[in-house]
């Protein structure tokens, strides 16, 4: 019994993860993903293919927070960036990098409040609490040269989110 429950969990996720890599769309295959989205959302199995063609990203980016306490101190806060990270680390955090594609695209609004509480709690070890944090996106355009090559634009800032922070938030 128990090898054919591991087997029957492999085969379904298996087919799970290989119904929401597929790199095109057809209605049945979108009933599939459908269908499975809410365990690869919940597992962090999912994928997308925006780093392909035919429209990959044509910018380097990073979000990091501004955190104000009552006393006017400021701290800067940032989600791991993997090119500053070592291989080791990289393979353990690279979901940070995915939350932070995610996080900055106004279709995900809904997050920004709980990523400022949650960026609030984190930074909560001071005699002085939070007051407020800010959501900064920052961005580089890949920009091809003539001859064929690419180079990155200088660095961009823009804050999209500002949360106050209450005592509530802090718990």
């Known amino acids: 019994m128990k090898k054919f429950v591991i087997s029957t969990f492999v085969m379904v996720h298996l087919a799970a993860i290989s119904c929401w890599a597929l790199p095109f769309t057809n209605p049945l295959l979108g009933l599939c993903r459908d269908f499975v989205r ?8 999912f994928q997308s293919w925006d ?4 429209g990959p990203k044509a910018a380097n980016t990073y979000v990091d927070a501004i955190v104000f306490y009552q006393d006017g101190e400021t701290r800067n806060w940032a989600f791991p ?7 080791k680390d990289r393979y353990f955090k690279e979901r940070y990098r995915k939350f932070t594609d995610v996080l900055e695209d106004e279709k995900n609004a809904a997050l920004w409040p709980d990523a400022a509480r949650f960026i609030a709690r984190v930074n909560n070890n001071r005699p002085v609490p939070v007051a407020m944090v800010f959501l900064v996106r920052h961005w580089s355009a890949i920009q091809a040269r003539a001859d064929g090559s690419y180079m990155a ?15 509530g938030d802090l718990e």
């Open 38 to 45: 809410p365990y690869l959302r919940w597992s962090g199995l």
């Open 51 to 54: 780093m392909f063609s035919p």
């Open 81 to 87: 960036r993997m090119e500053l990270l070592s291989l």
């Open 153 to 167: 634009a200088p660095w961009d800032s823009h804050i999209f989110w500002a949360q106050k922070i209450s005592a």
